[in-house]
């Protein structure tokens, strides 16, 4: 007997547009639809509160330009496009040069929506400041000149301006009468024939369980950064003490798997390199062009080590990893301690990481003023920290030029797609203006039984260990989301090989097998975290299963095998995709040229 | 009390709406959250002149209308 859905859900709201998540893109992407000034009715769910949430506070990556200033607005295509997304061509296929390319040419699409809200993206001149890199070969980063003064064949990504931009975007949505619903995580996507018609979505503070009737979703949950513990933290603190939200437990990806879309690349995990007491910065990606390295013995590593790894360290794509790489040819660099040290830097280059320090999500600019402050003066060592999946790649694959997923009327921007955040606002424009023409000619689904069944399953799923009773023993979900962490950190983290591998994913099943049925949350509070442990512990699956199908080592340390140490050429262009079917994961090699 | 008319933190005119916090009981009024975040984790200020000096060794300017 199938049940009513009105007894199965708390409230049914029906919307046109659905934008589960509302960090930078998902903000961005409401105002656009409802800017254009046609009949929509938009919904942004949020799991933490619309004004403070999103992994990105400021606009740092949001709004990178590229290559040379002429280069705005042109169309580009083929090896041009991968060499006009910076880093591109380290990435030999693992992103996709043709929406990157669609991208690029819509560079400052979103600029009028930041200007009317009133963010410091412009100077009082109205001109942008763009910071200029340069690029050598595949290597792009710090700012150089040439015996002339002038800086060698420069790139342009902006300047991290707009620092209280999420503080004004969130607060635009809600004057402009957008539906926000905060405190709300989505559970799971509903799907009829391969299409998403809606979500289902719990409102972590009260309990109430939401069916979201959708003509069209987007999906802006951010990256996955709950993958590895903080090292230098203590239990519990240590899992939320990371370099984006805290919030970003994968829910999306898993939503979207669950539906039938594909993931991408989850062996790539991102990592950065922080040193304890700020001076040189984490989240904000452009602090690294302005401060030079040392080892302990204060040799620059840029000197020491001029054509590899360590240094030209490259603002965003792919983060800082050049830094801490691991290198079998070279064991010194890796031995060496990294220290960065804020009394060998030049004024600017002080003021310069000041300023990109405050686009960070405020937590970790209060976890450098535990680590010793912006004030310290002395060299600090530099640690690697495993940030999660999606800042470089990795993530919700993207399977058309409109961004959409395989999930017809699912679409996907930002940082859960794995573009990292560069791009995220020129996604959500374009998405945006996609469906609202999408719209005028589609109609609401009916919902059928199979829908309610859906949505039946993950009521039952969802609320399960909430006040579970078990024979023997009880699971926290904090304490297993650790646990989970620390296989993760053991067995797969940056040195990854074969039998290691394989014991996280026994480790990871035995967990699913023995441990999940065995949660147990006492209020709706641990019943979101229960939730959230779930969804890491499958993300984790993916990840150690695609580390070990990719027999190579790519971006290092993103991607770094050490029984596969060389970048394999037949791997280029390669992506590793996984795919539920039947309940089942299935994982294939397809390229993305 | 007229409200001052520059930023606590960066000295700089206040244009627009200012931001307005209260730490500890007292009132602290700022040009943009930027500037109280700033300063509510003691990061020295950066003067007006850092900032341009900051601007012309690193950045260049962009008109995209």
């Known amino acids: ?593 | 009390m007229a409200e001052p008319d520059n930023c606590e933190y960066c000295g700089r005119l206040i244009k627009g709406a200012s931001e307005i916090r209260t730490r500890r009981g007292k009132r602290h009024v700022y040009c943009s959250e930027f500037c109280f975040r700033l300063h509510f984790y003691d990061a020295p200020a950066i003067s007006y002149d850092d900032l341009q000096n900051m601007y012309r060794l690193r950045c260049i300017s962009l008109k995209l209308d």
């Open chain 1, 1 to 593: 007997m199938v049940t009513k859905l009105d007894n199965l859900v708390d409230g049914t709201i029906e919307t046109d547009f659905l934008i589960i998540g509302g960090g930078l893109v998902g903000s961005m992407a409401a105002l656009r639809a409802v800017q254009s000034g046609k009949n929509i009715d938009v919904t942004v769910i949020d799991k933490a509160r619309m004004e403070y949430s999103g992994d990105g506070v400021g606009i740092d990556n949001f709004l990178q330009l590229p290559l040379h200033k002429e280069d705005i607005g042109k169309d580009v295509s083929g090896s041009d496009a991968r060499k006009a997304t910076f880093g591109a061509d380290r990435m030999k296929g693992l992103k996709s040069a043709r929406l990157d390319a669609i991208a690029l040419k819509n560079a400052h699409i979103s600029l009028p929506i930041l200007d009317e809200i009133g963010t410091h993206v412009r100077e009082d001149d109205g001109s942008i400041k763009v910071v200029q890199g340069y690029r050598k070969g595949t290597v792009w980063g710090r700012l150089e000149y040439d015996e002339n003064g002038k800086p060698t064949d420069p790139l342009f990504g902006t300047f991290s301006r707009g620092s209280d931009l999420k503080v004004k975007l969130g607060t635009a949505v809600r004057k402009k009468g957008i539906r926000v619903l905060d405190r709300t995580m989505l559970t799971s996507i509903i799907t009829k024939d391969g299409k998403a018609i809606g979500a289902t979505a719990l409102n972590v503070r009260t309990g109430e369980f939401l069916f979201l009737k959708a003509r069209v979703l987007l999906l802006a949950t951010g990256a996955m950064t709950r993958l590895y513990p903080y090292p230098w933290a203590p239990f519990p603190n240590r899992l939320f003490y990371t370099l984006m939200s805290p919030v970003l437990d994968g829910g999306g990806h898993v939503g979207a798997l669950n539906a039938g879309a594909k993931l991408y690349c989850m062996e790539m995990c991102t990592v950065y390199v922080v040193s304890k007491g700020m001076n040189h910065s984490s989240g904000g990606g452009a602090c690294n062009w302005f401060f030079k390295m040392y080892n302990s013995k204060g040799e620059c590593l840029e000197d020491k080590y001029p054509e590899k790894i360590v240094t030209k360290a490259g603002g965003m794509i792919p983060g800082v990893n050049f830094l801490f790489a691991p290198d079998m040819q070279n064991a010194g660099a890796e031995r060496d301690v990294i220290m960065s040290a804020k009394g060998k830097a030049t004024p600017d280059e002080v003021a310069a990481v000041y300023f990109v320090a405050a686009t960070e999500p405020p937590k970790a600019l209060k976890f450098h003023q535990l680590a010793g402050g912006l004030t310290n003066e002395n060299p600090v060592e530099c640690v690697p920290v495993l940030a999660g999946i999606g800042m470089a790649t990795g993530g919700v694959l993207r399977e058309n030029e409109y961004s959409e997923t395989g999930v017809k009327n699912l679409f996907a921007a930002g940082n859960v797609t794995g573009s990292g955040s560069t791009r995220g606002f020129t996604w959500a424009c374009l998405i945006a203006d996609h469906v609202l023409e999408l719209i005028q000619d589609q109609n609401q689904e009916t919902i059928g039984r199979d829908q309610t069944e859906q949505i039946g399953e993950t009521r039952k799923w969802v609320f399960a260990p909430l006040s579970r009773k078990t024979a023997y023993y009880e699971i926290n979900p904090l304490e297993l989301e650790d646990y989970v962490r620390q296989v993760n950190y053991n067995y797969v983290c940056i040195h990854k090989v074969k039998p290691r591998l394989e014991r996280a994913i026994a480790l990871i099943r035995l967990v699913k097998k023995g441990a999940v049925p065995l949660l147990v949350a006492n209020n709706i509070h641990e019943l979101m975290r229960a939730i959230e442990v779930q969804n890491i512990i499958e993300i984790s699956e993916l990840h150690a299963q695609s580390s070990l199908i990719r027999e190579e080592s790519r971006l290092v340390p993103i991607h770094y095998r050490e029984d596969y140490p060389e970048l394999d050429p037949k791997w280029d262009g390669k992506i590793i995709t996984a795919r539920k079917v039947a309940g089942q994961v299935k994982y294939s090699v397809e390229s993305l040229y």
